[in-house]
Nanobody, 117 residues
Framework: QLQLVESGGGLVQPGGSLTLSCAASGFTLRYYAIGWFRQAPGKEREGVSCISSSGGSTNYADSVKGRFTISRDNAKNTVYLQMNSLKPEDTGIYYC??????????WGQGTHITVSS
């Protein structure tokens, strides 16, 4: 079973930055594309960003383009999401999955982000 653990969330003021980490447990992450997803209070989970297994291809939701950067360090078995210029609407629980489509049935606890002054 592919298990991923998210970390790095917290409370940040609008305009601030955070870096999230997605670490693999029990498997080698380098063979998988990894997606970041988020779920805002009262809303459905949505895709935020995705990176190919090699790291050579990335994509972003329109709402985060130019502010978020996804990257990976396969040697550390970890994928990152650098988030800059955070907005209150970025508030939510952030999850990662070994899928860009989110077709994953072992979602972790996620990491909470609150953007508020």
């Amino acid at each position: 079973q592919l298990q991923l653990v998210e970390s790095g969330g917290g409370l940040v003021q609008p305009g601030g930055s955070l870096t999230l980490s997605c670490a693999a447990s029990g498997f080698t992450l380098r063979y998988y594309a990894i997606g970041w997803f988020r779920q805002a209070p009262g809303k459905e989970r949505e895709g935020v960003s995705c990176i190919s297994s090699s790291g050579g291809s990335t994509n972003y939701a329109d709402s985060v383009k130019g502010r978020f950067t996804i990257s990976r360090d396969n040697a550390k078995n970890t994928v990152y999401l650098q988030m800059n210029s955070l907005k209150p609407e970025d508030t939510g629980i952030y999850y990662c999955a070994p899928s860009c489509r989110g077709d994953y049935n072992s979602w972790g606890q996620g990491t909470h982000i609150t953007v508020s002054s």
